[in-house]
């Protein structure tokens, strides 16, 4: 929990300072960006998933 609260103010900070630079903010829009990273997880996990039946 400690890691995912540490991500979210770390995000808070970066999004806040490309605004306050008025930079492009360095994420996709929102639905593309979370499905984007679902998809990194859910890639992780059937690799895990795979390499378990490896062994």
């Known amino acids: ?3 995912v609260i ?3 103010i770390t995000g808070m ?3 806040f300072l490309f605004t306050l630079f008025r ?3 360095p994420a996709p829009p929102a639905l593309a ?3 984007g990273i679902i998809g990194v997880y859910l890639g992780m996990k059937v690799f ?3 390499s378990y039946f490896w062994k």
Request: aromatic share 6%.
């Open 1 to 3: 929990m400690k890691e």
């Open 6 to 8: 540490l991500s979210l």
């Open 13 to 15: 900070v970066v999004g």
């Open 23 to 25: 930079l492009p903010i």
């Open 33 to 35: 960006g979370i499905s």
């Open 48 to 50: 895990q998933w795979i």
